[in-house]
T-cell receptor, first 119, second 117 residues
């Protein structure tokens, strides 16, 4: 079965540079989540999109922005990179349902992650 | 705000034995889902098992089962016949679900499980 695809898998940047991370959800999934996991930490939610609209916002710095495109893939843009941005960035996708009285399938499936190193 | 607590930072178990990982959560909501994710050394996040709060029956997936105690807000994971490949960090996680959609996952701090040969 197709899984979530993230690119690149590894990225090395200098301080103050910019980076773009890409996420391709499982086919037919309409919801994308971005998480950041620092060394030895649990994943922290950054931002999510449902049907190409921002759905929820977590602890995403103002230097970061993201969007979901018409083909449902998503990109996380990171500017003015800092040493503290070094982390593993996960994208997860799910099939959401917003209809009253129904429950969505909700389960989030994770991509392999992008390991970002800022030097 | 929802919180998830895993009180065991590290655990170890002998191969073929059974181990139970603890998780408690706090929420005022009634509609939610609970998950256990596994993160092996490759750091891939792998879904192990999920539980719908409205279901009384405990979820099982092969050697993995949960003990879901809704009133106590407890959600433990039992791994039977432990295998070396079960060595990983295990995260308990929670989402609230409703008509306006699902919340993002809220994770516990994780339990590092080592399976010893």
């Amino acid at each position: 079965a197709a899984g979530v695809i993230q690119s690149p898998r590894h990225l090395i940047k200098e301080k103050r540079e910019t980076a773009t991370l890409k996420c391709y959800p499982i086919p037919r999934h309409d919801t994308v989540y971005w998480y950041q996991q620092g060394p030895g930490q649990d994943p922290q939610f950054l931002i999510s999109f449902y049907e190409k609209m921002q759905s929820d916002k977590g602890s995403i710095p103002d230097r970061f922005s993201a969007q979901q495109f018409s083909d449902y893939h998503s990109e996380l843009n990171m500017s003015s990179l800092e040493l503290g941005d070094s982390a593993l960035y996960f994208c997860a996708s799910s099939l959401g349902s917003r209809y009253l009285g129904t429950r969505s399938t909700d389960t989030q499936y994770f991509g392999p992650g992008t390991r970002l190193t800022v030097l | 705000a929802q919180t998830v607590t895993q009180s065991q930072p590290e655990m170890s178990v002998q191969e073929a034995e059974t181990v139970t990982l603890s998780c408690t959560y706090d929420t005022s909501e009634n509609n939610y889902y609970l998950f256990w994710y596994k993160q092996p050394p490759s750091r891939q996040m792998i879904l192990v098992i999920r539980q719908e709060a409205y279901k009384q029956q405990n979820a099982t997936e092969n050697r993995f089962s949960v003990n879901f105690q809704k009133a106590a807000k407890s959600f433990s994971l039992k791994i039977s016949d432990s295998q070396l490949g079960d060595t990983a960090m295990y995260f308990c996680a929670f989402i609230h679900t409703g008509a306006s959609g699902n919340t993002p996952l809220v994770f516990g701090k994780g339990t590092r499980l080592s399976v010893i040969a």
